[in-house]
C-alpha cells in the first residue's frame, strides 16, 4: 500500500476520503474523476464528502454504508457526527450463504519454530512466570504484598516473574454472575504462561476455595497450591512457602523448539482513529491470515464493535452449524443491551469520534478487519477456551480491559491490540500495542510496540506484515518484552452482568 496523497479513497465506491493531515479550508483534494474543495477546516483521520449528498444519503466507506447523512452534505464539507448517524437499528435476520464463504487459508509448508515451554498437560507457554490468583476482591491486597515479595526473591532465576490480578469480585454474586467470575479466574489457573498458581481463598466468600475447585477441574497438584487466608496462622509466611514450592516446580522447565502452529494469540482494538481500519487492523489481519497459514489460531472477541460488519464474520463461517452461532453471538449481546434500556448501536467513544469514527458502523469495518480474510472456524462463550486452530470469536463486550482478558483466559499467548489514541494498559499475557499512525509510536515509546504508521509512508503491508510476524516470534522467544511487561501494566477485569448482594 503506497500513498502518495495526503488522503485516501478506502474503496472505489466511496463517496468519502479520510484525510492523512489536516486540510485546511480551501485545499483541494485531486482524484482521477475532477478535484474537490475543502469548504472548511477538517482535521486528520475525519472525512470529506466527494459529492453533494442530500439528507438520507448513504455514506460510504470501505465499501459499505457507514451511516445516512442527517442534513444535506455538499462536497468538500466535513463529514461526521454532525450531520451523519447510524442506519442501524433492532435485531436483524439472517441468511446463510455458503457461496460466500473464503477459500481455505493456504497452510505454509516451512514449519517456523519459536521458543517455548513445554508443559506436562500438552499445552505450551511462552512465558514462565508464578501468578496468584485470588478468588475474591477483599484480599487483594494480600496478594499483591505476596507477590511484590516473592517476585524480588524469584524472579531472573528461571522465573519471568511472579505477578497477582486484582479483581472485585467473588462475593455477593449469585448464578451466572458469580459463573463468569469462577470461570475466567479457573481459565487463568490454567494458562500455560504461569508455570506455577497460588490460589488464595479468603474463607467466608461465595467463592470459596471448595467451590471454586468444582469450577476448575483436574488440575495438577505439582503446578496448583492453595492457601484460605483466615484459615492459616500467618497468611504471609504460608503463601511464601507455597510460592517457594511453585518456584522450585517452575525452574524445572526450559524453553525448546515449538512450531508456530502451537501459538495462540488474541486480536483487540481500542482508542480508534481514522486510521485503525486503513492501517493498523488490516495489518493485523494480515497477521493473522500469516499465522493461520502456519497452523495458528487466532480470536476476535468485542461483539458490539462487529455490528454493522456482522455479515462479513457471517460469510465466512466454515459450515451452516458456525453460522448459526455468530447469529447467536450477535442477537444475543443485542438483546443484552435491550435488557437494559441501552441503545443498541450507540458505541464510538469521545476519544474515537475525536480521531474521525462517527458510527459503529464505521468502527465495525475497521474492527473487524483485524481478522484477516480466513474462515471462521469456532464460536465460543464467554469464559470458553480456545480449543480449534484458525479464526474464533469469543462472546465479550468492547471495553479493553474485560476483552483482553476474556481473550487471555481463552488461551491467547499474546494479545496484539491496535490502537489510534494509544494506553498504557496490558494484560495477563503480553499486550502487543500497534499505533495506527507514526505520531503516537514516536510521542507514547513506553506504550506503543509496533508502528503500523509505516504503511501511510509507503511502506509495502507485505514488508510489515513480515516484520509484525517476525516480532511476534522473538516476542513468544522469549527475546523481547512488551511495554506492559516492561513496566508491570498487568491488569484483569471481568464482565459484570447481575445484582450485588
Same mark, same amino acid.
Given at each position: 500500500?503506497?500513498?502518495?496523497?495526503?488522503?485516501?479513497r478506502?474503496h472505489?465506491?466511496?463517496?468519502?476520503?479520510?484525510?492523512?493531515r489536516?486540510f485546511?479550508?480551501?485545499?483541494?483534494?485531486s482524484?482521477?474523476?475532477?478535484?474537490?474543495i475543502?469548504?472548511?477546516?477538517?482535521?486528520a483521520?475525519?472525512?470529506?464528502a466527494?459529492?453533494?449528498l442530500?439528507?438520507g444519503t448513504d455514506?460510504m466507506k470501505?465499501?459499505?454504508?457507514?451511516?445516512k447523512?442527517?442534513?444535506?452534505?455538499?462536497a468538500?464539507?466535513?463529514?461526521?457526527?454532525?450531520?451523519?448517524?447510524?442506519k442501524?437499528e433492532g435485531?436483524?435476520?439472517?441468511e446463510y450463504k455458503?457461496?460466500n464463504?473464503?477459500?481455505?487459508?493456504e497452510t505454509t509448508?516451512t514449519?517456523?519454530?519459536?521458543k517455548?515451554y513445554n508443559r506436562?498437560?500438552g499445552?505450551v507457554g511462552i512465558?514462565?512466570?508464578?501468578w496468584?490468583?485470588?478468588t475474591?476482591g477483599?484480599?487483594?491486597k494480600?496478594a499483591?504484598?505476596?507477590?511484590?515479595?516473592?517476585?524480588?526473591?524469584?524472579k531472573?532465576?528461571?522465573?519471568d516473574?511472579?505477578?497477582h490480578y486484582?479483581?472485585?469480585f467473588?462475593c455477593s454474586?449469585?448464578g451466572?454472575?458469580?459463573?463468569?467470575?469462577?470461570?475466567i479466574l479457573?481459565?487463568?489457573?490454567h494458562?500455560?504462561?504461569?508455570?506455577g498458581?497460588?490460589?488464595?481463598?479468603?474463607g467466608?466468600?461465595?467463592n470459596?476455595i471448595?467451590?471454586?475447585?468444582?469450577?476448575l477441574g483436574?488440575?495438577?497438584e505439582?503446578?496448583?497450591k492453595?492457601l484460605g487466608?483466615?484459615?492459616a496462622?500467618?497468611e504471609?509466611?504460608?503463601g511464601?512457602?507455597?510460592?517457594?514450592?511453585l518456584f522450585?516446580?517452575?525452574?524445572?522447565f526450559?524453553?525448546?523448539?515449538i512450531?508456530?502452529?502451537?501459538?495462540k494469540?488474541?486480536?483487540?482494538?481500542?482508542?480508534s482513529?481514522?486510521f485503525?481500519?486503513i492501517t493498523a487492523?488490516?495489518?493485523v489481519?494480515?497477521?493473522?491470515?500469516?499465522?493461520?497459514?502456519h497452523g495458528g489460531t487466532t480470536?476476535?472477541t468485542?461483539?458490539?464493535e462487529?455490528?454493522?460488519?456482522?455479515t462479513?464474520?457471517?460469510?465466512r463461517?466454515?459450515?451452516?452449524?458456525?453460522f448459526d452461532?455468530?447469529?447467536?453471538?450477535?442477537?444475543?449481546?443485542?438483546e443484552y443491551?435491550?435488557r437494559h434500556?441501552?441503545p443498541?448501536y450507540?458505541n464510538p467513544?469521545?476519544g474515537n469520534k475525536?480521531?474521525?469514527?462517527?458510527?459503529?458502523e464505521?468502527?465495525?469495518l475497521?474492527?473487524? +478487519?483485524?481478522g484477516?480474510?480466513?474462515?471462521?472456524v469456532?464460536?465460543l462463550?464467554? =469464559?470458553?477456551? #480456545? /480449543?480449534? *486452530?484458525g479464526?474464533?470469536?469469543i462472546?465479550g463486550p468492547g471495553?479493553?480491559?474485560?476483552?483482553?482478558t476474556t481473550?487471555?483466559?481463552?488461551?491467547?499467548?499474546?494479545?496484539i491490540?491496535?490502537?489510534g489514541?494509544?494506553?498504557?494498559?496490558g494484560?495477563?499475557?503480553?499486550?502487543v500495542k500497534v499505533s495506527t499512525?507514526s +505520531?503516537?509510536a514516536?510521542?507514547?515509546?513506553h506504550?506503543?510496540?509496533f508502528n503500523? =504508521?509505516q504503511? #501511510? /509512508?509507503? *511502506?509495502?503491508?507485505?514488508e510489515?506484515?513480515?516484520e509484525?510476524?517476525?516480532y511476534?516470534v522473538?516476542?513468544?522467544s522469549?527475546?523481547?518484552?512488551?511495554?506492559?511487561?516492561?513496566?508491570?501494566?498487568?491488569?484483569i477485569?471481568i464482565?459484570?452482568?447481575g445484582?450485588?448482594?
Amino acid at each position: 500500500m503506497a500513498i502518495k496523497e495526503p488522503f485516501l479513497r478506502v474503496h472505489t465506491g466511496d463517496n468519502v476520503v479520510v484525510t492523512l493531515r489536516p486540510f485546511a479550508k480551501g485545499e483541494t483534494v485531486s482524484l482521477p474523476e475532477g478535484e474537490v474543495i475543502c469548504k472548511e477546516d477538517i482535521p486528520a483521520g475525519h472525512k470529506i464528502a466527494l459529492l453533494d449528498l442530500p439528507a438520507g444519503t448513504d455514506v460510504m466507506k470501505y465499501g459499505f454504508p457507514i451511516g445516512k447523512t442527517t442534513d444535506a452534505v455538499a462536497a468538500g464539507e466535513w463529514i461526521h457526527s454532525q450531520n451523519m448517524k447510524t442506519k442501524l437499528e433492532g435485531t436483524l435476520s439472517y441468511e446463510y450463504k455458503p457461496e460466500n464463504r473464503a477459500a481455505k487459508t493456504e497452510t505454509t509448508r516451512t514449519e517456523r519454530t519459536f521458543k517455548g515451554y513445554n508443559r506436562p498437560n500438552g499445552d505450551v507457554g511462552i512465558r514462565n512466570e508464578i501468578w496468584i490468583i485470588n478468588t475474591v476482591g477483599c484480599i487483594n491486597k494480600t496478594a499483591e504484598r505476596l507477590a511484590a515479595l516473592a517476585d524480588r526473591q524469584m524472579k531472573g532465576n528461571g522465573v519471568d516473574g511472579v505477578y497477582h490480578y486484582a479483581h472485585l469480585f467473588g462475593c455477593s454474586q449469585l448464578g451466572d454472575d458469580l459463573l463468569y467470575t469462577q470461570t475466567i479466574l479457573s481459565n487463568l489457573v490454567h494458562h500455560p504462561n504461569a508455570a506455577g498458581v497460588l490460589v488464595l481463598g479468603l474463607g467466608c466468600e461465595n467463592n470459596h476455595i471448595s467451590e471454586f475447585k468444582k469450577v476448575l477441574g483436574d488440575y495438577d497438584e505439582n503446578r496448583v497450591k492453595f492457601l484460605g487466608v483466615q484459615e492459616a496462622d500467618d497468611e504471609m509466611e504460608q503463601g511464601l512457602e507455597l510460592l517457594n514450592e511453585l518456584f522450585a516446580y517452575s525452574r524445572s522447565f526450559t524453553r525448546e523448539d515449538i512450531p508456530l502452529s502451537k501459538l495462540k494469540v488474541g486480536l483487540k482494538c481500542g482508542g480508534s482513529d481514522g486510521f485503525s481500519g486503513i492501517t493498523a487492523n488490516p495489518l493485523v489481519g494480515a497477521f493473522s491470515d500469516a499465522l493461520i497459514g502456519h497452523g495458528g489460531t487466532t480470536a476476535l472477541t468485542e461483539v458490539p464493535e462487529m455490528f454493522g460488519a456482522e455479515t462479513i464474520l457471517m460469510d465466512r463461517a466454515k459450515d451452516e452449524e458456525t453460522f448459526d452461532k455468530i447469529v447467536h453471538l450477535i442477537n444475543d449481546f443485542k438483546e443484552y443491551f435491550i435488557r437494559h434500556d441501552q441503545p443498541v448501536y450507540e458505541n464510538p467513544s469521545p476519544g474515537n469520534k475525536d480521531g474521525g469514527i462517527t458510527t459503529l458502523e464505521e468502527k465495525s469495518l475497521g474492527c473487524v +478487519q483485524k481478522g484477516g480474510f480466513a474462515n471462521v472456524v469456532d464460536v465460543l462463550p464467554y =469464559g470458553g477456551r #480456545l /480449543e480449534k *486452530k484458525g479464526l474464533n470469536l469469543i462472546q465479550g463486550p468492547g471495553n479493553d480491559l474485560v476483552s483482553v482478558t476474556t481473550l487471555s483466559a481463552a488461551g491467547a499467548h499474546i494479545v496484539i491490540f491496535t490502537t489510534g489514541r494509544g494506553t498504557p494498559f496490558g494484560g495477563p499475557v503480553p499486550t502487543v500495542k500497534v499505533s495506527t499512525n507514526s +505520531q503516537l509510536a514516536e510521542k507514547k515509546k513506553h506504550w506503543i510496540d509496533f508502528n503500523a =504508521g509505516q504503511l #501511510l /509512508e509507503g *511502506k509495502p503491508m507485505e514488508e510489515v506484515t513480515d516484520e509484525l510476524l517476525d516480532y511476534i516470534v522473538a516476542l513468544a522467544s522469549g527475546e523481547t518484552l512488551t511495554r506492559n511487561e516492561e513496566f508491570g501494566y498487568k491488569e484483569i477485569s471481568i464482565f459484570k452482568d447481575g445484582v450485588i448482594l
